[in-house]
């Protein structure tokens, strides 16, 4: 199997036969909750998603067009700074959350930002040192 087969095999929900060969299983079971507005009671769903008219570049373009508005949503979701016009985005697993870093942080803020926050952890700094005097 060439890596890019297996690329496809394991962007395309796969399972392996006995020979070690690649095969895609064309519907995945999703259950799922939706609201008709944020208002509303989520709905419980079993959703069956039929794959059978898409090609393995077809899926793995839509993970990858899920994997952009999973980026593009923490960028949103920043309190300070602004979107950057390059970046690189380490996906995390299915499920979970990345924490950002501290460079990534910082990287966002804007210069008025920056200023403020050395000035605040200079502060702290000083009123750390007095604290350890004192004791």
């Given at each position: 199997m ?8 394991a962007l ?11 095969k895609?299983e064309?519907t995945?079971v999703i ?13 419980k769903t079993?959703l069956t998603l039929d ?6 570049e077809?899926?793995e373009?839509?993970a990858f067009?899920?994997i952009?508005?999973?980026w593009?949503g923490?960028q ?8 950057p ?5 380490t996906?995390?697993?299915p499920?979970t959350?990345?924490?950002?870093s501290?460079?990534?942080?910082i ?12 000035m605040?952890?200079q ?5 750390d040192e ?6």
């Amino acid at each position: 199997m060439t890596d890019v087969h297996a690329f496809h095999c394991a962007l395309s929900l796969p399972y392996i036969t006995e020979k070690g060969e690649c095969k895609m299983e064309k519907t995945k079971v999703i259950y799922c909750e939706t609201k008709k507005s944020k208002d509303d009671e989520s709905v419980k769903t079993k959703l069956t998603l039929d794959l059978s008219l898409l090609s393995p570049e077809d899926i793995e373009e839509y993970a990858f067009q899920a994997i952009v508005i999973k980026w593009q949503g923490g960028q949103r979701r920043k309190k300070a700074g602004v979107i950057p016009t390059s970046a690189t985005y380490t996906v995390p697993k299915p499920g979970t959350r990345q924490a950002a870093s501290l460079e990534d942080m910082i990287s966002g803020l804007t210069k008025e930002q920056a200023m403020e926050l050395i000035m605040k952890l200079q502060a702290k700094a000083k009123d750390d040192e007095v604290e350890e005097e004192e004791s």
